[in-house]
């Protein structure tokens, strides 16, 4: 499986402020995916973020909000922009490790808005 | 469009029980891989099992199995002799094999809160 590493763990943050969160991998991959998962919710994919081209955003998720760096094969950021307490989730990232069909994730990042 | 339902939001057992977790899945795909992820309070996801859909034999590893059933549309998920340390939310995910775009989409369930009671 993949070593994947997300920063920060976790945070709190002010309305109206914007957030970074990391993901490294350590190997390179083809597609990293953002997912959101609130409290107590399942996961909904975000985008999907191939290196070199525009990430592609699902439905209700725009680059606005949340807009998706990936400068090459092993790292990518999300940014939650304008943040309301509506944000408060868990974002993970994850990726398909060797074209293997299976994705494997990060370990979260825990963000709270107050 | 696919589908995941996890009927069971929440259970409790004693350690030591048997505990089996249920998924059905929709999808007009012939060629389709069904998921079991752990998620536990520390909120990282874990894989743990990976199924084609056209292998539908049953997989033991350990204390946990699997029972996938295509008459059914089901990929059901045992514990034996559950343990403390298996508390946590348990998520069905199905991904259709080619979504077009280049790339597979996972279609997670709502997920099962199992809490293991000592």
């Known amino acids: 499986s993949a070593v994947i590493s997300q920063k920060p763990s976790r945070d709190i943050c002010q309305r109206g402020t914007s957030l970074t969160i990391q993901c490294q991998v350590d190997?390179?991959?083809?597609?990293m995916f953002w997912y959101r998962q609130q409290p107590g919710q399942s996961l909904t994919l975000i985008a999907t973020?191939?290196?070199?081209?525009?990430?592609?955003?699902e439905s209700g998720f725009v680059i606005d909000k949340f807009p998706i760096s990936r400068p090459n094969l092993t790292f990518s950021t999300l940014t939650v922009s304008n943040m309301s307490p509506e944000d408060s989730s868990i974002y993970l990232c994850s990726v398909d490790r060797q074209n293997t069909d299976t994705q494997y994730f990060g370990p979260g990042t825990r963000l709270t808005v107050l | 469009a696919q589908k995941v339902t996890q009927a069971q939001t929440e259970i409790s057992v004693v350690e030591k029980e048997d505990v089996t977790l249920d998924c059905v899945y929709e999808?007009?795909?012939?060629?389709?891989?069904l998921f079991w992820y752990k998620q536990p309070p520390s909120g990282e996801l874990v894989f743990l099992i990976r199924?084609?859909?056209?292998?539908?034999q049953n997989e033991i590893s350990g204390r946990y199995s699997w029972n996938f059933q295509k008459s059914t549309s089901s990929f059901n998920f045992t514990i034996t002799a559950s343990q403390v340390v298996d508390s946590a939310v348990y998520f069905c995910a199905l991904s259709e094999a080619d979504s077009g775009a280049g790339s597979y989409q996972l279609t997670f369930g709502k997920g099962t809160k199992l809490s293991v009671i000592p």
């Open positions: 199924r084609n859909s056209f292998d539908e």
């Open positions: 973020a191939n290196q070199g081209s525009e990430a592609t955003y």
């Open positions: 999808t007009r795909d012939t060629t389709y891989y």
């Open positions: 190997s390179q991959v083809t597609m």
